[in-house]
T-cell receptor, first 114, second 112 residues
Framework: DSGVTQTPKHLITATGQRVTLRCSPR?????VYWYQQSLDQGLQFLIQ???????AKGNILERFSAQQFPDLHSELNLSSLELGDSALYFC?????????????FGPGTRLTVT | SQQGEEDPQALSIQEGENATMNCSYK?????LQWYRQNSGRGLVHLIL?????REKHSGRLRVTLDTSKKSSSLLITASRAADTASYFC????????????FGKGTRLHILP
């Protein structure tokens, strides 16, 4: 158990809809990262937040947005969903801010868009 | 450009043998990390090696880094059934975009 929790575990929704994925980092970690894992694209870094502020941005689509709240939990919002958005979405946390160091991954949310 | 390309894509070995996986990348890096993923689950951090380090050990794991060849290798000695998993390398570029890039991974299967 990494100490990172993600909800929900599974999500099935239709194209055009909007969903919110939630992540609680390990106790004491200030950085939260979001990743998308699909068979064709592999594991893609989406975005990093550190202590409530956006720190680094990866391959995140404009239809996706994220935020980190004062209690350090984070949410990833996916809107206007397309079939290609079906994937595993992971959240990870670490203690550091600048740079990418040892990250602790949550169990993931499996999103299926039909 | 794609960083962190693992080789081979898949590897099957007998239990007790050593497993070697390689990772190549394209630009200068700050550090390189290796992660393990059991099917459909979250990644587990194995080891981080900084760009000024050449070799690092952790238990049965040995990682080498050759910055002149822009490559790294992960050696798992005396493999066990529980080592069956996918292994990913991840790099963050020293210059340019501030992001981490994972390779597509090596699927390791340990045969009993």
């Amino acid at each position: 158990d990494s100490g990172v929790t993600q909800t929900p575990k599974h999500l099935i929704t239709a194209t055009g809809q909007r969903v919110t994925l939630r992540c609680s980092p390990r106790s004491g970690d200030l950085s939260v990262y979001w990743y998308q894992q699909s068979l064709d694209q592999g594991l893609q870094f989406l975005i990093q937040y550190y202590n409530g502020e956006e720190r680094a941005k990866g391959n995140i689509l404009e239809r996706f947005s994220a935020q980190q709240f004062p209690d350090l939990h984070s949410e990833l919002n996916l809107s206007s969903l397309e079939l290609g958005d079906s994937a595993l979405y992971f959240c990870a946390s670490s203690g550091g801010g600048q740079g990418f160091f040892e990250q602790y991954f949550g169990p993931g949310t499996r999103l299926t868009v039909t | 450009s794609q960083q962190g390309e693992e080789d081979p894509q898949a590897l099957s070995i007998q239990e007790g043998e050593n497993a070697t996986m390689n990772c190549s990348y394209k630009t200068s890096i700050n550090n390189l990390q290796w992660y393990r993923q059991n099917s459909g689950r979250g990644l587990v951090h194995l080891i981080l090696i900084r760009s000024n380090e050449r070799e690092k050990h952790s238990g049965r794991l040995r990682v080498t880094l050759d910055t002149s060849k822009k490559s790294s290798s992960l050696l798992i000695t005396a493999s066990r059934a529980a080592d069956t998993a996918s292994y990913f390398c991840a790099t963050d570029a020293k210059q340019g975009e501030d992001k981490i890039i994972f390779g597509k991974g090596t699927r390791l299967h340990i045969l009993p």
